[in-house]
Antibody, heavy 119, light 107 residues
Framework: EVKLLESGGDLVPVGGSLRLSCAAS????????INWVRQAPGKGLEWVSA????????YYTDSVKGRFTIFKDNSKNTVYLQMSGLTVEDTAVYYC????????????WGQGTLVTVSS | DIQMTQSPSSLSASVGDRVTITCRAS??????LAWYHQKPGRAPKLLLY???RLYSGVSSRFSGSGSGTDFTLTISSLQPEDFATYYC?????????FGQGTKLEIK
């Protein structure tokens, strides 16, 4: 069974840093890209970042470029999202999601981890 | 960036109704479109990908069509578990943008 488990969400001050983790199991981790998607309270889904299976290609939405870094450790079946320079607009539930393998859509999602940035 | 626009933003319907949600891309995305639904407090779930391909285990009452810029999601006969928020997403190029969502409520 495919499983994704996010962790690392917390309450942080404006300008602070945080690292989210996404631990995966149930599939060949290095074969699939992983996306991070966030959802601010009461709002819709926003794609944030992605990394390919090998960890060689990364992608970001404009609002987080230069502040967030995605990387993975294939030996630990874990993807990370290092976040810095946090603003109140980064407050959201952050989901990691496994791509479908034949495209960058997400066929399996974690339960999410809450990041709250407080001023 | 490619903008995705869904309509309507909200919809009231009854069990057994047929409903259609539309999604329009700001530029052509071929068939690189996925549909998800999400219930409050839960993670989204994949319904369709490739515009019209039903994901494994998803009921056949869900169907999708379209290519290029205009897409539709149809639910042939609403069931109680279908009341949720629906999102489209393009995945032809990063950022893989979502539509703003369509909230489907019980009439």
């Amino acid at each position: 069974e495919v499983k994704l488990l996010e962790s690392g969400g917390d309450l942080v001050p404006v300008g602070g840093s945080l690292r989210l983790s996404c631990a995966a199991s149930g599939f060949t981790f290095s074969d699939y890209a992983i996306n991070w998607v966030r959802q601010a309270p009461g709002k819709g889904l926003e794609w944030v970042s992605a990394i390919n299976g090998a960890g060689t290609d990364t992608y970001y939405t404009d609002s987080v470029k230069g502040r967030f870094t995605i990387f993975k450790d294939n030996s630990k079946n874990t993807v990370y999202l290092q976040m810095s320079g946090l603003t109140v607009e980064d407050t959201a539930v952050y989901y990691c999601a496994k791509t479908g393998g034949i495209g960058w859509f997400d066929d399996c999602w974690g339960q999410g981890t809450l990041v709250t940035v407080s001023s | 960036d490619i903008q995705m626009t869904q309509s309507p933003s909200s919809l009231s319907a009854s069990v057994g109704d047929r409903v259609t949600i539309t999604c329009r891309a700001s530029q052509g995305i071929s068939y690189f479109l996925a549909w998800y639904h999400q219930k409050p407090g839960r993670a989204p779930k994949l319904l369709l990908y490739g515009a019209s391909r039903l994901y494994s285990g998803v009921s056949s009452r869900f169907s999708g069509s379209g290519s290029g810029t205009d897409f539709t999601l149809t639910i042939s006969s609403l069931q109680p578990e279908d009341f949720a928020t629906y999102y489209c997403q393009q995945y032809v190029s990063a950022p893989h943008t979502f539509g703003q969502g369509t909230k489907l409520e019980i009439k």
